[in-house]
């Protein structure tokens, strides 16, 4: 007995491809899969070349044809991709319309469709789905038989495309509210998928993404034809699974690309604010790293360097990032080491190598030697200078990156010289009078007191030596 059943398609999707509607077919079998915990649905053409799509599951009913919404689907969101009848019923609508004749075999009956009358009206014709009683009862699943001139390899290839289960996208992160994929070609679009359907595609974006729990906003968004979703729909579930994801390639990815924002290369992801800071917090919680911006990296140069041949790497951020860092914890609730941290660390694990006069090279030994003189010229050694040292090493001048050359240190009564400054007496003889000068004044560099003192130094050799000449 053949009954039949009035699809009632009231508008047909005229820029639907046959690709989108073997989409549908796909989709419903995944879905099936997913629910019932059967096999893998299989998809291959027969030696007639009539191209089978088939899962395991518990078989289609007419009464999946119509557009009442699935409440079993309702209420495994995050499984399926599938919700209404009415994408299978757009499927047969574009297979008829393509000349493509559809057979659907499962337990509960043989499907195929047809022009029919509409009942009560016999001058309308409207599409049918033909319902007969099932040649196999014990048939397992659901299989669509799908046969025509205009159905091609390529198109089924095209709709399984659409599939991250057939696509080759690799998972590099997963989250609770999705995963990170790898782009699978440099100069291929980045892929949105929802539940592990293709929504979107986006063209400077760094990964690609599987949404499995989407938000209310991307499940209105996934609109009749579930494709060419707006980005507003899904960001903020993309936010989401990054700030979510800890994979070290992930975290190493985003922050390489980070570092290409001067070029303008970076991508989309990492101009978000809390996703470059997220990867900032993740890489720190690592790795001996310093942030820092491009400015820091040219105007601290060789304190940079010194930092990287102490094994730790550089990795340059956007201002807007640097300046939120030292506020901040890493993964692991550990301070985030921006260039002024590290500075302050190096401080405090700074030790002096003092150097042995014994140990001086002649020519350094000339030049130390003439220390007395250097006193009496500017009229004697001030009674708070106790001792003066050299040192191989020496601390970072106050609020800034480069060593100093003198240090007076009052509590000790000493200045320390940097072991260069014994190159020529000039030198070694102008260290020593600036540091009298801190001696002496008891002020900083670059306030009053400081240069008035080093005025009345400079002036009192000047005015000796004129006097002994």
Not at 187 to 195: D, M, T
């Amino acid at each position: 007995m053949t009954r039949e059943f009035d699809l009632n398609i009231e508008r047909v999707l005229e820029n639907w491809t046959v690709a989108h509607a073997l989409r549908e077919v796909i989709a419903n079998a995944l879905d099936e899969q997913a629910l019932t915990g059967t096999a893998e649905p299989q998809i291959f053409a027969d030696a007639e070349n009539r191209w089978h799509i088939r899962d395991w599951g518990r078989g289609l009913r007419y009464e999946h044809l119509t557009q009442n919404e699935n409440k079993e689907k309702l209420s495994h969101p995050d499984q399926v991709v599938g919700k209404f009848g009415v994408g299978l019923k757009d499927a047969l609508a574009t297979f008829d319309r393509h000349r493509i004749s559809v057979v659907i075999r499962s337990r509960h009956g043989d499907i195929t469709t047809g022009k029919q009358a509409k009942h009560g009206f016999d001058d309308i014709e409207t599409l049918h789905a033909l319902i007969t009683d099932p040649p196999e009862p014990g048939f397992t699943g659901t299989e669509f038989i799908l046969s025509g001139r205009t159905l091609t390899e390529r198109q089924v290839e095209e709709a399984k495309g659409l599939f991250l289960r057939y696509s080759g996208d690799e998972e590099l992160g997963v989250t609770p509210f999705g995963s990170v994929l790898r782009r699978t070609h440099t100069r291929a679009k980045a892929r949105i998928y929802v539940n592990g359907l293709r929504v979107a595609e986006e063209d400077n974006f760094l990964f690609s993404y599987n949404i499995t729990s989407p938000t209310a906003a991307l499940r209105r968004a996934l609109n009749r034809e579930r494709s060419n979703v707006g980005r507003s729909a899904y960001t903020d579930r993309v936010k989401a699974i990054l700030l979510a994801c800890d994979q070290d390639e992930v975290i190493d990815t985003l922050v390489a690309d980070l570092q290409k924002y001067e070029q303008g290369t970076w991508h989309d992801e990492t101009q978000w604010l809390d996703v470059g800071l997220h990867a900032c917090k993740q890489l720190n919680a690592r790795r001996q790293v310093i942030f820092l911006t491009a400015f820091e990296l040219s105007y601290a140069a060789d304190f940079v360097q010194r930092a990287q041949n102490d094994g730790y790497q550089i990795i340059v951020v956007p201002e807007t990032i640097r300046r939120k860092l030292p506020s901040l914890r890493d993964a692991a609730g550990n301070p985030i080491r921006d260039l002024d941290r590290y500075r302050d660390e190096w401080q405090d694990s700074f030790r002096f190598t003092f150097v042995d006069p014994a140990d001086f090279s002649a020519a350094e030994r000339t030049v130390w030697d003439a220390l007395p003189r250097i006193f009496a010229a500017r009229g004697g050694r001030p009674r708070n200078v106790r001792d003066v040292r050299v040192s191989e090493t020496m601390r970072l001048m106050e609020s800034r990156y480069q060593e100093a050359v003198g240090l007076w240190e009052p509590g000790e009564g000493r200045i320390i010289v940097k072991r260069t400054q014994l190159q020529s007496l000039a030198i070694f003889a102008g260290t020593i009078l600036h540091e009298l000068s801190h001696a002496l004044s008891g002020a900083s560099d670059v306030s009053i007191e400081f240069e008035q003192q080093l005025t009345e130094e400079l002036g009192g050799v000047v005015s000796r030596s004129i006097a002994n000449a």
